[in-house]
C-alpha cells in the first residue's frame, strides 16, 4: 500500500523504521509537527521523525495547519492508500481523514479503551496497573474512540518509568502496526467497535501537575514520581530551591515522618508522606547535573529542619 507517515517524537520511530524496511507497503512521505525551538539557543530543530525520514530521502510534509483546505489538496494529490499514525500531535479534520480509501490507522499505547488520550503510559502506571499494551484503530473525529484492529500486551515492572515502559511499547507497537497495515491491505481484518464500558482518559500531564505533592500515600507518590519520569520530570521545593526528583524507594522501616519533612543522615535523604517516608534517589538541583541526593545534601548542609512542599 501506499503509506504516508504520520508522527513526531522519538517513540513513533521504531514503527516508521519498520515500514520504511516493508516489502509490502511504500512509504511515499511523512507529516510531522513543524520544526520546534531546541537546546540553549531555540534554535527551530527537525522532529525525529522528519530527521529519519529525511536521512531516508522520503518528503516531509510539515503544516501548520494540517486542516487546511491547502493541505487536504496536498494530501490528497499525493494518494496514500492509508495514512499511519504514531503519536504525530495534532487532531485531524473529517475532511482529512476522508482522503485514503483505506482511512487512518493510530497506534495508541494502552489497552482502548483504557486511557484514551495524551499520556497513557504515564496514567497506566500512576494508576498502579499491572498490565498495559498498545492498539491499533481507525481514526475518528471523537477521541480515540475507532474500531480496533489489533492489540498487543506488555507487563508493567515494578519500577517501570514512563519511559522504560514507552520504550517496549514502541518496539512491540511497530510490530502490530506493520501487521495491521498487512491486514488491510489483503482484506483480512476488519476492525471491531470499542466496548462501552471501561473508557478512561489520560490528558496530557502539565508541569505543574508533575509537582509532588507529599500528603499522599507513599506508594501513590512513588508511582506518580515513575509515571512522569523523563517528561514532564517530577520536582519538589526544598526551602526555595526547585529540586528535579528521579525514581525513589518506598522505605517502610523507617520512622513515620510528616508529610514533607525532610530526614538527612549519612547515607540517604528521606522525606515523609501520608504513610511511610521515601527515600530520594537521583536528583536535580538547579543549574546543576543530577546527582546523588545524599552527596547533595551533604554539600548543600541540608539538615532535619528543611521541608519539601
Known amino acids: 500500500m501506499r503509506i504516508v507517515f504520520a508522527g513526531t517524537p522519538e517513540p513513533a520511530l521504531p ?13 511515499v512521505a511523512v507529516l510531522t509537527r513543524p520544526d520546534a525551538a531546541a537546546g540553549r539557543r531555540a534554535k527551530p530543530s527537525p522532529s525525529p521523525v522528519a530527521r529519519l525520514a529525511l536521512d531516508h530521502d522520503i518528503p516531509v510534509l510539515r503544516p501548520a495547519r494540517p486542516n487546511s483546505d491547502e493541505f487536504v489538496a496536498e494530501l490528497t494529490e499525493l494518494a496514500p492508500d492509508c495514512c499511519a499514525v504514531v503519536a504525530y500531535g495534532a487532531l485531524l479534520s473529517q475532511q482529512l481523514l476522508a482522503v485514503p480509501r483505506h482511512g487512518w490507522v493510530n ?20 494508576a498502579g496497573d499491572t498490565v498495559t499494551g498498545a492498539t491499533t484503530f481507525q481514526i475518528e473525529p471523537a477521541l480515540d474512540s475507532g474500531p480496533v484492529y489489533g492489540v498487543v500486551t506488555e507487563t508493567i515492572q515494578p519500577t517501570d518509568t514512563a519511559g522504560d515502559l514507552l520504550e517496549r511499547l514502541a518496539v512491540s507497537g511497530a510490530a502490530l502496526l506493520e501487521s495491521t497495515l498487512d491486514g488491510i491491505a489483503d482484506g483480512s481484518l476488519q476492525p471491531a467497535p470499542q466496548p462501552s464500558d471501561g473508557v478512561s482518559v489520560a490528558p496530557k500531564i502539565t508541569v505543574e501537575q508533575a509537582r509532588v505533592r507529599w500528603d499522599l500515600p ?92
Open 15 to 27: 514503527s516508521l523504521r519498520r515500514l520504511l524496511q516493508s516489502p509490502r507497503h511504500d512509504v
Open 107 to 126: 497506534l495508541h499505547f494502552s489497552l482502548l479503551p483504557a486511557w484514551r488520550g495524551a499520556a497513557p503510559v504515564q496514567a497506566a502506571i500512576a
Open 218 to 309: 507513599a506508594h501513590v507518590v512513588e508511582r506518580r514520581i515513575r509515571a512522569v519520569t523523563p517528561n514532564p520530570g517530577a520536582w519538589t521545593m526544598i526551602g526555595d530551591l526547585r529540586i528535579k526528583l528521579g525514581p525513589v524507594s518506598i522505605d517502610d522501616t523507617a520512622d513515620a515522618l510528616a508529610p514533607g519533612a525532610v530526614h538527612v543522615d549519612r547515607n540517604s535523604v528521606r522525606v515523609g508522606t501520608a504513610s511511610h517516608p521515601v527515600r530520594l534517589g537521583v536528583i536535580q538541583p538547579p543549574g546543576k547535573k543530577p546527582m546523588n541526593a545524599a552527596d547533595w545534601a551533604r554539600g548543600a548542609r541540608l539538615d532535619d529542619t528543611a521541608r519539601a512542599t
